[in-house]
């Protein structure tokens, strides 16, 4: 999300003759993209912005702005706390950002944290900032109407909005045709995804079905599903086209009912594993993923022991984990006590990491022996005789180079497995 958030942003400021550049201390203007999702995402922003202090002093015309969710949630307080910054912009507010410039120029502080309803950037085409011209983000949706209680996400960037469907098919036949070969539509809940035009609607299945029709040559992923809100439509479309990534991200939180009730996620544990039935009923290569957290409010070891059943039962093929970490403003942080100590927190998502470690180990076993067709993403990290790329499952594979490129498709035998990335080679030169 933020990456494409700051690829929206070098676009705005590019119009205005700005330009990127690799070399902090040659910047005129820095501007630090933010997350507020957990406490110590800001904590790293805190230690950023006290290690670009010495540029400041050096170089006292350099602008700092901080942008992004933070700069939401925190507002002005960000100019008291921090002398340093001289603009705060929320994510509604990039379109402003030369007039916040200016004004910073000028020498006044400048601030525009207003919300919008509308705003979702649908005609600035983002100016891509990743470096390997193969796999982009395309942002869909703004927003979140969920009001998960322990999330920032619906204060800070806003209520739920659509982009325009066209604006989106556009920008993705752009990249296709300027040799991209994946993209990622994100949005904080694609399966609300919602477009009405002259009472014509396009809801997601349809929107992800125009964009894999492109090209069969374009891998498409997305990200994230909501399990309260996931159909067997959406999964039957996935099932279809063979260039829909076989992988979905459908973050469960926890695996006990009564937490579940309390974060306010809508769904059961029931509810969670009909889904994954669903999806290995339809989609039987389909891998999955999650998101955990340990120790919301009032959970028990029973609680917890219910996230660790979930986990084994579905058999995640890949886990973000976190510890909970409450958020002010937040329903939970109004009415519910933060009352896990943070030894057990920390306990409990040991637990979690263990057990999904097991579990990512155990899915790339199960892949060897077999053919993957493969996306070229670059050399491996290692070493520029290998090459690295995924599978339609979000897998790493590394192989030997022979006469392949990034960006071209290769089947390749996997032969073996690190607990990070599968290892093979070349199958065939098809
Ligand atoms: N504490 C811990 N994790 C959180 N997440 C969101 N808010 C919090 C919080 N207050 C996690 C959820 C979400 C992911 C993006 O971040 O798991 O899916
Ligand atoms: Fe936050 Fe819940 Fe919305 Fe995800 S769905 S962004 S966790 S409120």
């Known amino acids: 999300m933020n990456v494409a958030d700051s690829e929206v942003v070098v676009s705005i400021l590019s119009k205005q003759g700005f330009k990127l550049t690799d070399e902090i201390s040659d910047a005129s203007v820095i501007l630090i993209n933010t997350c507020s999702i957990r406490e110590n995402a800001e904590q790293r922003i805190w230690n950023r912005l006290k290690a670009i202090r010495h540029l400041k002093n050096k170089k006292n015309e350099v602008i700092v702005g901080l942008i992004g969710c933070m700069a939401e949630r925190l507002k002005e307080k960000v100019l008291e706390a921090e002398q340093l910054v001289d603009i705060v912009a929320g994510p509604d507010a990039y ?6 410039v200016a004004e910073a ?51 800070v960037r806003g209520a739920e909005r659509s982009r325009e469907p066209g604006s989106i098919i556009k920008e993705v036949r752009q990249l296709f045709k300027s040799g991209y070969r994946e993209v990622t539509l994100i949005g904080q809940n694609v399966d609300s995804y919602k477009w009405e035009d002259k009472g014509a609607v396009t809801e997601f299945p349809q929107l992800l079905e125009k964009v894999a029709r492109i090209d069969p040559l374009l891998r498409v992923r997305f990200s994230t599903s909501h399990p309260k809100d996931i159909s067997d439509d959406l999964l039957r479309i996935i099932a279809r086209y063979d260039n829909i990534c076989k992988h979905i991200h459908l973050p469960a939180q926890s695996g006990s009912t009564r937490i579940l009730k309390l974060m306010n996620r809508e769904y059961s544990r029931e509810w969670y594993m009909d889904r994954i039935s669903a999806i290995r009923t339809i989609i039987p290569d389909c891998a999955i993923s999650t998101d955990m957290i340990s120790g919301f409010c009032t959970e028990t070891e029973e609680d917890h022991q219910a996230s660790l059943s979930l986990m084994e039962w579905v058999g995640f093929d890949f886990a973000y984990m976190f510890k909970y970490s409450e958020r002010p403003g937040t329903k939970a942080a109004r009415k ?82 690190t607990s990070a990335t599968l290892i093979g080679k070349i199958s065939d030169n098809k």
């Open 95 to 100: 379109r402003d950002l030369p007039v916040l």
């Open 105 to 155: 120029e000028s020498g006044h502080k400048a601030v525009n944290v207003l919300l919008s309803r509308e705003e979702t950037y649908a005609d600035i085409s983002p100016v891509r900032m990743d470096k390997n011209g193969v796999s982009s983000f395309v942002s869909i949706m703004r927003g979140c109407n969920n009001m998960c209680t322990y999330c920032v996400v619906p204060y």
């Open 336 to 417: 519910l006590k933060d009352d896990v100590p943070d030894n057990i927190k920390t306990a409990r998502l040991n637990e979690i990491i263990a057990l999904q470690n097991r579990l990512s180990a155990k899915s790339k076993r199960n892949d060897v022996g077999r053919i993957f067709e493969v996306l070229i993403e670059g050399f491996s990290k290692r070493s520029d005789e290998y090459l690295s790329g995924r599978t339609s499952q979000n897998k790493i594979v590394v192989f030997p180079k022979g006469n392949k490129r990034k960006g071209e498709f290769v089947r390749v035998l996997v032969d073996r497995c």
